[in-house]
């Protein structure tokens, strides 16, 4: 018998692109590696507030290579916080490549903040991407979705459920609530032939660790050395497979056996 990871002729969707070195790039280079048609989203403005930055031309470098790889490959800015953003990205990939199979929801927003600093509004805005962005581009997926077989949802978590994460509450409050939207929409789309899964990275080297932090963090990895976004790719690719028709309600830890400890 033989095995295969060919999502030859499949479209999926990847939400959070826009940095070369991030996981949402590695996850389009791993799907489209298997064949698959790539349609991805970014935001400019996030990720050039944050400390690590991003050049104006990421996302048309991360197009190209996709389409190097002889797959179709569009891409839309768009603010997923917005109420009818779900619903245009959907339209969009329709328009553009056709009816989607997957939907990897990658785009989270993260602003460091313990108790005593968070704010009602900071809350709001961890809730708008981590929350109901992912929820309702989910479930615009799933409404969508005509094929009876081959759908995939999946989405990034943090490990929230694995223990605490000191100076983010507002992150990992939004971003654990995942974990428990996995199971039960798992269950709710299973007769639509659409499995639902979550993949947690652990801590991933993306161009945000300085040599301080990963002097701290090496160590606590078994092999040795940092995760990278490719590795979180590999799984997604996976999961996005008929290999894996037959997994879905899960929360996977793939972090290299990361010690917290």
């Given at each position: 018998?033989?095995?295969?990871?060919?999502?030859?002729?499949?479209?999926?969707?990847?939400?959070?692109?826009?940095?070369?070195?991030?996981?949402?790039?590695?996850?389009?280079?791993?799907?489209?590696?298997?064949?698959?048609?790539?349609?991805?989203?970014?935001?400019?403005?996030y990720?050039?507030?944050?400390?690590?930055g991003?050049?104006?031309n990421?996302?048309?470098?991360?197009?190209?290579?996709v389409e190097?790889?002889?797959?179709?490959?569009?891409?839309?800015?768009?603010?997923?916080?917005?109420?009818?953003?779900?619903?245009?990205?959907?339209?969009?990939?329709?328009?553009?490549?056709?009816?989607?199979?997957?939907?990897?929801?990658?785009?989270c927003?993260?602003?460091?903040?313990?108790?005593?600093?968070?704010?009602?509004e900071?809350?709001?805005?961890?809730?708008?991407?981590?929350?109901?962005?992912?929820?309702?581009?989910?479930v615009?997926?799933?409404?969508?979705?005509?094929?009876?077989?081959?759908?995939?949802?999946?989405?990034?978590?943090?490990?929230?459920?694995?223990?605490?994460?000191?100076?983010?509450?507002?992150?990992?409050?939004?971003?654990?609530?995942m974990?428990?939207f996995v199971?039960?929409?798992?269950?709710?789309?299973?007769?639509?032939?659409?499995?639902?899964?979550?993949?947690?990275?652990?801590?991933?080297?993306?161009?945000?660790?300085?040599?301080?932090?990963?002097?701290?963090?090496?160590?606590?990895?078994?092999?040795?050395?940092?995760?990278v976004?490719?590795?979180?790719?590999?799984?997604?690719?996976?999961?996005?497979?008929e290999?894996?028709?037959w997994?879905?309600?899960?929360?996977?830890?793939?972090?290299?056996?990361?010690?917290?400890?």
């Open positions: 018998m033989s095995v295969t990871l060919s999502l030859h002729g499949k479209i999926a969707i990847v939400t959070g692109v826009s940095r070369t070195k991030g996981i949402g790039a590695a996850i389009c280079q791993a799907l489209a590696e298997a064949g698959a048609h790539i349609f991805f989203t970014y935001w400019s403005a990720d050039e507030s944050m400390p690590w991003m050049e104006q990421e996302p048309e470098l991360i197009k190209r290579k190097q790889l002889g797959v179709t490959c569009e891409c839309i800015e768009i603010d997923l916080s917005r109420e009818e953003s779900p619903s245009q990205v959907l339209q969009a990939v329709m328009d553009t490549i056709g009816e989607p199979d997957i939907l990897v929801n990658n785009a927003y993260s602003d460091r903040a313990d108790y005593q600093s968070l704010t009602s900071m809350l709001d805005r961890h809730y708008w991407l981590n929350v109901k962005a992912p929820v309702m581009l989910s615009e997926f799933a409404k969508a979705f005509q094929k009876h077989q081959g759908g995939r949802i999946i989405l990034l978590t943090s490990g929230q459920s694995l223990g605490p994460m000191l100076g983010e509450v507002a992150y990992a409050t939004t971003k654990g609530a974990e428990a199971k039960t929409f798992a269950a709710e789309v299973a007769a639509k032939g659409i499995t639902v899964n979550a993949v947690n990275p652990g801590p991933t080297d993306t161009g945000w660790m300085d040599e301080e932090i990963k002097h701290k963090l090496i160590h606590k990895f078994p092999f040795g050395r940092i995760g976004p490719y590795d979180a790719a590999r799984l997604i690719r996976f999961l996005a497979s290999e894996a028709q997994i879905t309600g899960q929360v996977i830890h793939s972090e290299g056996g990361f010690l917290r400890i």
